[in-house]
C-alpha cells in the first residue's frame, strides 16, 4: 500500500467510505447501490477511487460477487471507526428520548440469554421504546468482546472471561450471580425423593452444549467426590434439551433462572443439586467508547431493571 498524502486525504468523502463498507458486508455491487439510493456506476467509481488511493484491488470481481482483499479486511474496522466518529459529531447532545429514538441495537448473546434475556428486553420495548429494534448476534466471550472492539454490535450480555490486556477496553456492569439446578420431566423417579450425589451420577444426564462435550461446574465439584455424570446425549441449545427431557428419562443440569421460567411451558420439574456446583455472573457489556453514549447507558440500566424484575 503506497503513503497516503494531504492531497489524497481531500479526495476521501463519506460516500466512497460508506461503500466501501456496504461491500464489504454485502459482497455485491447491486446491494450496496440499492441500500444506499445510488446508481450502480456511481458505486463502481467510488470503488475505483478507493483502489486508486490504496493501490490496492480491495474487492476482486469472482462468480458469486466481490471478493475483498487481504487490505480490505485489515481497512473494515479502521474504517467503521471513522464513519461512528463522525456520526457520532453528527448526533450533537441532545438528550435520549426512549420514545422517539428509532435505531436497530445490535446485541451479542448465546442460548442462555437469548432464552431468557432477549424475549424480555423484545418484549419491553415494544412497549416503552416501539422504534427501536433488535438484532440479536449468536456469540459469546470472546467472539462477543472482539464484536465489540470491531463496532460489529453494540451490547453483549453474557458470562465473561476478560483478557487482562483489555480490562480497561471494556464497561462491564454486573446484572445478576446464576446458579445450577437439576431438571427432569414432571414425574421423573429421581425427583420422588431428595437428590443424593450417587443418584444424580448414575442417571441419565443431556448434555448442552454447541461444541460437543465438555466439563462445567457441576462436574469439577462431582470429580472432587470420585464421581462423573453418565452423559449420554448431547445438544447444541437449550430449546433442544427441554424438548427432550420432558417426553424423556433425561436429566440436565440447567441454569436456575431458565428452569424456573420453562418448568410450565414444558412441564418439567427442578432441584438445587445436592453439591455446591458454583455459580457464575452474567454482565452486560459495552466498548468503552460507548460509556458515555446515552442509548447504550439507557440499555443498560433497562437491561438491569428487566432482570431484576
Same mark, same amino acid.
Given at each position: ?173 454486573? $446484572?445478576? /450471580? ?8 414432571? +414425574? =421423573?423417579? !429421581?425427583?420422588?425423593? *431428595? #437428590? ?10 443431556? $448434555?448442552? /452444549? ?8 457441576? +462436574? =469439577?465439584? !462431582?470429580?472432587?467426590? *470420585? #464421581? ?25 443440569? !440447567? ?55
Amino acid at each position: 500500500m503506497r503513503d497516503i498524502n494531504q492531497v489524497d486525504l481531500r479526495l476521501i468523502d463519506t460516500t466512497i467510505l460508506l461503500v466501501f463498507l456496504g461491500a464489504m458486508r454485502h459482497r455485491q455491487a447491486t446491494a450496496v447501490a440499492r441500500e444506499m439510493g445510488l446508481t450502480q456506476p456511481a458505486v463502481s467509481h467510488a470503488l475505483k477511487r478507493l483502489r486508486n488511493l490504496y493501490g490496492d484491488p480491495l474487492f476482486l470481481r469472482r462468480a458469486h460477487g466481490l471478493e475483498p482483499t487481504a487490505l480490505a479486511h485489515e481497512l473494515e474496522p479502521k474504517v467503521r471507526h471513522i464513519v461512528r466518529l463522525i456520526s457520532e459529531t453528527l448526533e450533537g447532545t441532545e438528550e435520549f428520548s426512549p420514545d422517539t429514538a428509532a435505531t436497530t441495537l445490535r446485541i451479542g448473546a448465546f442460548d442462555y440469554e437469548l432464552n431468557g434475556i432477549i424475549p424480555a428486553l423484545v418484549s419491553d420495548l415494544r412497549t416503552v421504546s416501539p422504534n427501536l429494534n433488535v438484532h440479536a448476534f449468536p456469540l459469546q466471550n470472546q467472539e462477543a468482546l472482539e464484536a465489540l472492539v470491531q463496532g460489529q454490535i453494540d451490547l453483549a450480555i453474557g458470562y465473561f472471561d476478560f483478557p487482562p490486556n483489555r480490562a480497561t477496553t471494556f464497561v462491564a456492569e454486573e $446484572l445478576y /450471580s446464576e446458579h445450577y439446578v437439576l431438571a427432569g420431566r414432571r +414425574d =421423573h423417579p !429421581l425427583f420422588a425423593e *431428595g #437428590l443424593t450425589l450417587e443418584a444424580v451420577a448414575k442417571s441419565h444426564h443431556l $448434555l448442552i /452444549s454447541p461444541y460437543g462435550p465438555n466439563r462445567n461446574l457441576v +462436574d =469439577h465439584a !462431582l470429580h472432587l467426590k *470420585g #464421581l462423573k455424570r453418565n452423559i449420554q446425549t448431547v445438544v447444541p441449545s437449550l430449546f433442544a434439551a427441554l424438548s427432550i427431557i420432558e417426553s424423556s428419562d433425561f436429566v440436565v443440569t !440447567l441454569p436456575s433462572r431458565v428452569a424456573r421460567n420453562n418448568a410450565g411451558r414444558f412441564n418439567i420439574v427442578y432441584a438445587p443439586m445436592p453439591i455446591d456446583g458454583g455459580s457464575f455472573l452474567l454482565h452486560a457489556v459495552r466498548h468503552s467508547r460507548d460509556a458515555s453514549n446515552p442509548l447504550h447507558t439507557w440499555l443498560s440500566d433497562k437491561l438491569r431493571a428487566i432482570v431484576a424484575g
